[in-house]
């Protein structure tokens, strides 16, 4: 692991005590609705596997497991240990049991199986690389399979966004994101069927593509 991918672990293990309502209130409210948004994108067949990468403490699980059938798993990944211990301790306390976390360093992890969609929620801007991430994400989803995006995208094209691109880059030296107007550049080449929205003035991008059948 990289002396820059060690420090961001030590900065997540370090407020993983309170990183969900930290979370809470940098997003100025907005993460259940970031949660939500990407639940409601969410479209994958009956006896599948979800693959959620940066999972932290599990925040967005109870809405992917509200958005699939019971047969389908999620499985969550993060590099920082003390997060990926809170979920499974949030995993057992609610018996969740078609739920998986694992600490795994997404660049090395090989998955089970394909999974029918990899989902990257409030993580991709922390990556040191986040289109290596992207590139990775597409290698591992098979023909049809969908990636699932929700983080903060700058953008100075829109002035109704100008004041959510500035906070975007405040909040970013306490998380250690890197905000990028071209987060999604690989994904919204590459993928087809695609949907993007917006919550929170700008604040926070939801996007979600497929990877083409041929693939």
């Known amino acids: 692991m990289s002396a820059e991918r060690r420090r961001?672990?030590?900065?997540?293990?370090?407020v993983?005590?309170?990183f969900e309502a930290t979370t809470y209130a940098v997003s100025l409210g907005l993460a259940p609705s970031?949660?939500?948004?990407v639940s409601d994108l969410l479209r994958v067949p009956r006896d599948s596997t979800v693959l959620e990468v940066g999972c932290g403490p599990a925040s967005l699980t109870p809405?992917?497991?509200?958005?699939?059938?019971?047969?389908?798993?999620?499985?969550?990944i993060d590099v920082a240990p003390r997060l990926v211990a809170k979920a499974q301790s949030k995993s057992h306390r609610h018996g969740w049991a078609r739920v998986q976390f694992e600490c795994a360093d997404f660049d090395a992890y090989e998955p089970?199986?394909?999974?029918?969609?990899?989902?990257?929620?409030?993580?991709?801007?922390?990556?040191?690389d986040p289109d290596r991430a992207i590139?990775?994400?597409?290698s591992l989803l098979p023909g049809g399979g969908q990636?699932?995006?929700?983080?903060?995208?700058?953008?100075?094209?829109?002035?109704c966004h100008w004041p959510a691109s500035m906070y975007m880059h405040l909040k970013a030296t306490f998380l250690g994101a890197r905000p990028s107007a071209d987060l999604l550049a690989i994904a919204q080449s590459q993928l087809v069927e695609k949907t993007e929205r917006t919550?929170?003035?700008?604040?926070?991008?939801?996007?979600?593509?497929?990877k083409t059948a041929a693939s």
Do not use: H, M
């Not at 970031?34 to 948004?37: E, K, L, Q, T």
């Not at 809405?63 to 969550?76: A, F, K, N, R, W």
């Not at 590139?135 to 597409?138: C, D, F, N, Q, T």
């Open 16 to 18: 993983a005590s309170v």
């Open 8 to 14: 961001t672990v030590n900065r997540y293990d370090l």
């Open 135 to 138: 590139r990775r994400a597409l």
């Open 199 to 210: 919550i929170g003035r700008g604040l926070y991008t939801l996007f979600a593509g497929r």
């Open 147 to 159: 990636l699932i995006v929700a983080d903060s995208i700058p953008s100075w094209k829109q002035p």
């Open 34 to 37: 970031v949660y939500r948004g």
């Open 63 to 76: 809405y992917l497991l509200e958005s699939t059938d019971d047969d389908t798993l999620i499985v969550g």
């Open 112 to 128: 089970a199986s394909p999974p029918a969609a990899i989902v990257f929620c409030l993580a991709l801007s922390a990556f040191p």
